[in-house]
C-alpha cells in the first residue's frame, strides 16, 4: 500500500511509522489520520512485527490538529470537535495504548497539541536534544486532548500538568526528561539510529512478555493493591504458557543466547 502523508516500513520485527507532512509540522489532517489508522491495522494484523517505531520527518514531531483542516477550521458552521477526537484522536490513543507489542516514540523536533500527547501513549519515549512539547491547546481555546489530561497529572504531578496546560509553554526536551515525562534525551544527529537500534534490540526479546508488562503496569494505575496482585497471578499464567518462556529458561539452564520468537 502506498501512502501519502505517512512513511510505512516493516524490517527485522520492527513497523515505522513515520508522519510525512514536514511543511506542516507533521500536522495531521483526515488523510494522515486514516493512513496511520491503516498502518497500525498492519501491525494490529502482523505476526511479523514485534516493536513498533513511531517519529516525524523533518523539524517537527508533529503540531497536532492542522488547524486548517475544514473539518476543524472556524467557518460559517460551527464546527464539532468532538467527532474529529471521537473518530481519529481517541480511537489512535488507544490503539497505540493497547498494542501488544513495545512502542518506542522518537520525538525528533516540536511536539505541540495533539502531537505533545500521542508520544505520552507509547511506551519508551526518546526526544531529541531540540525537540521541545508545547500543550498548544489553551492558546486556541481548547482543552488537551489525546489522553493528555489523563497522563499529564500521572506523569508529572498536578501542578506541573496545571502549569503545562494553563499556561501552554515551550518545555524543552532537557526539562521533560527532568519532570519525568518522557524516557530519554539524545543528540540530535543520533535519534534516528539510537532509536532503530532499540527498536531492533527489542524486537529480539520475549516480545509477548513485555506486552503483558505493559498491560499490568497500566492497570496498576486504577487497580487496588489486591486487584493489582490477582492481575500479576493471571498475566503472569499467560506469561509461563508462552513458547519464550520456555525458550528464555532453557537457554539460561544451556547457558546460551535465547532465541526469542514473540509468542
Ligand atoms: C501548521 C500547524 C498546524 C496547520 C504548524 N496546522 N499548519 C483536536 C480535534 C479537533 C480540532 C482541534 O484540535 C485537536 C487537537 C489539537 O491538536 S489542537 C492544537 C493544534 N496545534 C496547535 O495549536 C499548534 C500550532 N502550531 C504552533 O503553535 C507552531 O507552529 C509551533 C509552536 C508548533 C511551531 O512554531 P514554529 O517553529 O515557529 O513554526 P511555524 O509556526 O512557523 O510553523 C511552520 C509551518 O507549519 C507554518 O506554515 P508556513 O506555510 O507558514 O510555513 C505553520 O502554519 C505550519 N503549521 N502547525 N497545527
Request: glycine share 8%; net charge negative.
Amino acid at each position: 500500500m502506498s501512502y501519502q502523508h505517512i512513511l510505512f516500513s516493516i524490517e527485522a520485527g520492527v513497523a515505522t511509522l513515520c508522519l510525512n507532512r514536514p511543511e506542516q509540522l507533521n500536522s495531521f489532517n483526515t488523510l494522515m489520520h486514516q493512513e496511520v489508522r491503516e498502518a497500525l491495522k498492519t501491525v494490529q494484523n502482523s505476526a511479523e512485527v514485534r516493536v513498533l517505531l513511531l517519529t516525524g520527518e523533518g523539524r517537527g514531531f508533529c503540531a497536532g490538529q492542522d488547524l486548517s483542516d475544514r473539518n476543524v477550521a472556524p467557518g460559517a458552521e460551527m464546527p464539532d470537535l468532538g467527532l474529529s477526537i471521537e473518530r481519529f484522536y481517541n480511537p489512535l490513543i488507544r490503539t497505540l495504548r493497547e498494542l501488544p507489542i513495545p512502542v518506542i516514540c522518537a520525538v525528533n523536533g516540536v511536539a505541540a497539541g495533539a502531537g505533545a500527547n500521542i508520544p505520552l501513549a507509547c511506551d519508551l519515549v526518546l526526544a531529541a536534544r531540540s525537540a521541545s512539547f508545547i500543550q498548544a491547546f489553551c492558546r486556541i481555546g481548547l482543552i488537551p486532548d489525546s489522553a493528555g489530561t489523563w497522563a499529564l497529572p500521572r506523569l508529572v504531578g498536578m501542578a506541573r500538568a496545571k502549569a503545562l496546560t494553563l499556561l501552554g509553554e515551550r518545555l524543552s526536551a532537557e526539562q521533560a526528561l527532568e519532570w519525568g515525562l518522557i524516557y530519554k534525551v539524545v543528540d540530535d544527529a543520533e535519534l534516528r539510529d539510537q532509536a532503530i537500534a532499540l527498536a531492533r534490540q527489542l524486537a529480539t526479546q520475549p516480545t509477548y512478555g513485555l506486552g503483558l508488562i505493559k498491560r499490568s503496569l497500566h492497570a496498576s494505575l486504577d487497580n487496588s493493591f489486591e486487584e493489582q496482585l490477582t492481575l500479576e497471578r493471571d498475566l503472569q499464567r499467560l506469561a509461563g504458557r508462552s513458547e519464550d518462556y520456555r525458550e528464555g529458561v532453557a537457554a539460561f539452564m544451556e547457558k546460551r543466547t535465547p532465541a526469542f520468537k514473540g509468542y
